[in-house]
């Protein structure tokens, strides 16, 4: 079986470019999340889905990120405008419930 | 206060040794905790999960739980070089899913 599906795995961009971040998550799977990770703050919840309806958004750092779920198959983390600070691995994962989030590879993201 | 707190560590254990991880959360209506481990450059994998107090084994993973103290462990026996990595607590807060990470402790494991 797949796993959740990232992309792209790793993303280089000028401060001030539009980064898209794209996930698919394991079929059948009713929850999925987006996480941050910087060697700072550690992982952090950004946002969560049950049922693609946005749950908690509030750990989205500001007005510069969104996120949206379309369908079951697909979800989005778009920054726009892209800032230095911005940098950090975002991890995307399903569950099922019961606690057990299924991780993505993570998409490396460097703003120059 | 952070929601989920750990030592960061790093921990060194001798091989064969026990690692001890520990864990304190905020909020007291918390029921789920979870400990997942994370290699270098790799993503977190769920290893141990835990809903009521007291200790679940498995294997040479333990965890432990004491709802009162809010506090959750993680015991590592006869550690070997392969349990090098992070560990994170995660708490699920309430029944809808939002599952709320620590910081990570680094483990490393000498041959």
């Known amino acids: 079986d797949a796993g959740v599906i990232q992309s792209p795995r790793h993303e280089v961009t000028e401060m001030g470019q539009e980064v898209t971040l794209r996930c698919k998550p394991i079929?059948?799977?009713?929850?999925l999340f987006w996480y941050r990770q910087t060697m700072m703050r550690g992982l952090e919840l950004l946002i969560y889905f049950n049922n693609n309806v946005p749950i908690d958004d509030s750990g989205m750092p500001e007005d510069r990120f969104s996120a949206k779920m379309p369908n079951a198959s697909f979800s989005t983390l778009k920054i726009q405008p892209s800032e230095p600070r911005d940098s950090a691995v975002y991890f995307c994962?399903?569950?099922?419930?019961?606690?057990?989030?299924?991780f993505g590879e993570g998409s490396r993201l460097t703003v120059l | 206060q952070k929601e989920v707190e750990q030592n960061s560590g790093p921990l060194s254990v001798p091989e064969g040794a026990i690692a001890s991880l520990n864990c304190t959360y905020s909020d007291r209506g918390s029921q789920s905790f979870f400990w997942y481990r994370q290699y270098s450059g790799k993503s977190p994998e769920l290893i141990m999960s835990i809903y009521s107090n007291g200790d679940k084994e498995d294997g040479r993973f333990t965890a432990q739980l004491n709802k009162a103290s809010q506090y959750v462990s993680l015991l590592i026996r006869d550690s070997q070089p392969s349990d090098s990595a992070t560990y994170l607590c995660a708490v699920m807060k309430g029944n809808n899913n939002d599952m709320r990470f620590g910081a990570g402790t680094r483990l490393t494991v000498k041959p």
């Open positions: 079929s059948g799977h009713n929850s």
């Open positions: 994962a399903s569950s099922r419930g019961f606690g057990e989030l299924f």
